[in-house]
């Protein structure tokens, strides 16, 4: 049984899913290669297909803002006491029992 001609143009007009088609249809994501495989593993990259994004001039007096400012200071961490910094041993464990309490 087959659907009728009116019900089957309606549904060319839907955009394709895995279920629509039979095996060996794989939709990908749209992005495209920027480049192509050697045969010994490696991977070359064709620098004319790799995109490239012009940033437009006069954006310092453009009157729409990003989400992140500039003006932000960057913050960094306190390690103050601990050997290694942010990848002591004693931090994790200082830090452990400070939000989940003791065991």
Not at 32 to 49: A, L, N, P
Not at 74 to 80: D, Q, V
Request: glycine residues 12%; positive net charge; proline residues 7%.
């Amino acid at each position: 049984m087959q659907p009728t001609q009116a019900l089957l143009k309606r549904f060319r007009k839907l955009p394709l899913t895995t279920k629509d088609i039979k095996k060996g249809f794989y939709k990908g994501t749209g992005t495209g290669s920027m480049g192509s495989h050697t045969k010994f593993g490696g991977y070359v990259i064709d620098w004319k297909k790799v995109r490239t994004y012009v940033v437009p001039a006069g954006l310092k007096d453009f009157k729409l803002t990003p989400f992140v400012t500039e003006k932000m200071p960057r913050t960094k961490g306190r390690y103050e006491g601990y050997a290694k910094g942010p990848k002591s041993p004693e931090l994790y464990i200082d830090r452990w029992k400070a939000e989940n309490g003791l065991d």
